[in-house]
């Protein structure tokens, strides 16, 4: 199993960044596939991004491309999301998920979650 807490949320003005962190405990943290979601008021969840386990394989919602990039460090269990170019439609809470084996884009195809850090974009 693998427990995920995420950090890095916060307000910021349109056109800023933010980098959002994932740290995960457990020993196996390099045989899941890690991926970011969000889900703002009323909305259902969405796709952000995910990544596998040897960082070759990296997916994005196509409304993130080109601003948002996907990383990890096995080596210090985390995942990171680092969110450029921000705009007032990605506020929202992301979540951070795990999953072993390939990535994907459903969020029901993840096993584990973090307690979502909040995103503020303001125009």
């Known amino acids: 199993q693998v427990q995920l807490v995420e950090s890095g949320g916060g307000l910021v003005q349109a056109g800023g960044s933010l980098r959002l962190s994932c740290a995960a405990s457990?020993?196996?943290?390099?045989?899941?596939?890690m991926g970011w979601f969000r889900q703002a008021p009323g909305k259902e969840r969405e796709f952000v991004a995910t990544i596998n386990w040897s960082s070759t394989t990296l997916y994005y919602a196509d409304s993130v491309k080109g601003r948002f990039t996907i990383s990890r460090d096995n080596g210090k269990n985390t995942v990171h999301l680092q969110m450029n170019s921000l705009k007032p439609e990605d506020t929202a809470v992301y979540y951070c998920a795990g999953r072993i084996g390939t990535p994907m884009l459903g969020g029901d195809d993840y096993n584990y979650w973090g307690q979502g850090t909040q995103v503020t974009v303001s125009s």
């Open positions: 457990g020993r196996t943290f390099s045989r899941y596939a």
